[in-house]
């Protein structure tokens, strides 16, 4: 990794220099986040630690090689230091690791280190080094779907745990080469797509002047897949995350490192290590509440074939919704008219809640592990009476998944509340009054964050999007917050891009365009294109 400390000049760091032959490693992690149970059995070891580094605000270091075990205790003892870099693998890896071994990363993870996965792999088509192993610009999607394959591959092998970030180290290149500088882009979209379907988070290393810089202008470019952390180099010996080049509201909070200072040698404990310094403020991204069907961490969508009544999981990776990667879950449900899912039996597993419109017979269908439904259990014989059926999560709070509907008669919005058993227990009612001018209900989570469940339904006529914050036994007064007449299945697909914000998805009946619609705890950020595909597919849930 290398900036120069002026902007504009940049150096090869040592991390690239062999003849440095850095030795430090380190860095354990702090608190066992969520592990998608998709890779429980991926690894024993890997199941075993937290992902690294973890939660974790401080100083760190990067060295070419890992460490003796007896140095890392040395400099745990003695340097200011709580987080070190390890090379895990890449065509680029510059140095050798005798040291770096799945039993090396669980002593020094137990001893208290957090560490900092990297991996080495082809270089800018531009770079002023001298390497063999470039990205050829016209296959660069396909190269960082195979960088990314092998770095999870190297990440099991040393028992780093799904949702560890694995940090990409793309040296400094001549940004001027729009060829070259597109390379890169679509590198790193395809190298961060691959590891979130892997079940690992994505950083990228570069220098600020450059790979860094050209992230932040296609920050909020449509279907482009950023890095969940970036690690930037700008060598001016001042250890903060914040810079000049990156705008405040860009991978924040707690998604940033910086190398502030090259390569240098520290002695610690009688141990001298040539290091690189870094700073960290790291934190878990928060993993998606509802709407993971892969169990990945990352929000899904569901949808059935309208002309064939099958229905497909289209896996999301927090930018976009892939087709390639749809799997199959249940098909003859072309005679279903209401379709929503949630954990009604508490298995940890996704349920689809279902009526047959000719009868309104309501079924559940229970979530298996390996993505399909199992066999269905009524639930009730006539449910023909209700429109707009809603999974509303843990509404009344009680642990139990919750079911909102409709009863057309009179227009009131009840409470089916989740009980013991895998049912629903006797239904409540919620908001009085005509609903019916009222279309494409949607549970969103806590959208407001205020600890209770949230609504949100658009006005028929007019198209806006009014917000119905939960509060104990029903809702608060609406608040508007989108609008978007030509929208259809508008669906709450949970905290989307892990920013700690539930979104919502819908579809653009003119084209089948799928968008995304972020939240921000107040309102929804203008809709960005996420998917094509959906004009024969009805309804989403």
């Not at 979209?189 to 570069?206: C, E, I, N, P, V």
């Not at 920050?219 to 001042?238: E, L, S």
């Not at 200072?261 to 403020?281: F, P």
Request: some cysteine.
């Amino acid at each position: 990794m290398s900036d120069a400390p002026t902007a504009g000049r940049h150096r090869m760091s040592p991390r690239w220099l062999v003849r440095h032959r850095k030795r430090l490693l380190g860095a354990a992690a702090v608190l066992l986040s969520l592990i998608p149970l998709a890779f429980m059995n991926t690894a024993g070891a890997a199941a075993a630690l937290p992902p690294q580094p973890g939660n974790f605000t401080g100083y760190g270091f990067d060295a070419c090689t890992a460490p003796s075990s007896a140095a890392m205790s040395a400099w745990l003892k003695s340097s200011p230091y709580r987080a070190a870099g390890i090379y895990i693998g890449g065509v680029s890896r510059g140095c050798a690791q005798p040291n770096l071994t799945a039993d090396w990363v669980r002593e020094q993870v137990n001893r208290g280190w957090r560490l900092i996965p990297i991996y080495v792999g082809p270089q800018a088509a531009c770079t002023p080094a001298t390497r063999k192993n470039l990205i050829v610009n016209s296959t660069a999607a396909a190269q960082g779907t195979a960088a990314a394959s092998d770095a999870a591959a190297q990440a099991r092998a040393l028992g780093l745990a799904p949702q560890s970030v694995l940090i990409y180290d793309m040296e400094a290149y001549d940004s001027a080469d729009a060829t070259c500088k597109a390379g890169v882009l679509t590198f790193m979209s395809a190298w961060t797509a691959r590891l979130h379907d892997l079940g690992y988070l994505s950083g990228y290393y570069s220098s600020a002047g450059s790979g860094i810089a050209d992230q932040v202008a296609v920050y909020h470019k449509a279907g482009y897949v950023r890095p969940d952390y970036v690690d930037f180099a700008r060598w001016d010996n001042k250890a903060t995350v914040t810079d000049p080049g990156i705008p405040a509201g860009y991978w924040s909070p707690n998604r940033r490192m910086k190398q502030y200072r090259g390569g240098h040698v520290e002695t610690y404990g009688g141990v001298a290590i040539n290091i690189d310094s870094d700073y960290l403020d790291f934190r878990v991204l928060p993993a998606t509440k509802q709407s993971d069907w892969t169990r990945n961490g990352w929000s899904d969508v569901l949808a059935r074939t309208t002309s064939t009544g099958n229905v497909f999981a289209y896996p999301g990776n927090g930018t976009v919704v892939t087709e390639a990667g749809r799997s199959s879950v249940v098909s003859g449900f072309a005679g279903m008219d209401q379709l929503v899912r949630m954990d009604l039996n508490r298995d940890g597993y996704q349920d689809v809640v279902a009526r047959t419109k000719s009868t309104g017979t309501v079924y559940l269908y229970p979530g298996l592990r390996n993505g399909r439904l199992g066999n269905r259990k009524q639930l009730y014989k006539d449910q023909r009476k209700l429109r707009e059926f809603t999974a509303i999560g843990d509404f009344n709070r009680d642990g139990y998944q919750d079911l909102l509907a409709q009863q057309i008669s009179n227009g009131n919005l009840y409470l089916y509340p989740g009980v013991k058993g895998a049912r629903f227990g006797t239904r409540k009612l919620v908001a009085a009054g005509d609903w019916n001018n009222r279309s494409e209900f949607t549970g969103v989570g806590d959208f407001n964050r205020d600890g209770y469940q949230d609504l949100l339904v658009k006005e028929t006529k007019t198209g806006i999007f009014y917000l119905y914050r939960g509060k104990s036994g029903g809702f608060q007064a609406r608040l508007r917050v989108g609008v978007g007449k030509s929208l259809r299945d508008l669906t709450g697909v949970g905290d989307f891009d892990r920013d700690g914000y539930p979104d919502l998805v819908g579809v653009q009946a003119s084209t089948g365009y799928l968008f995304l619609y972020r939240g921000t705890g107040k309102g929804l950020l203008a809709g960005v294109r996420i998917a094509t595909g959906y004009r024969g597919r009805s309804p989403l849930f």
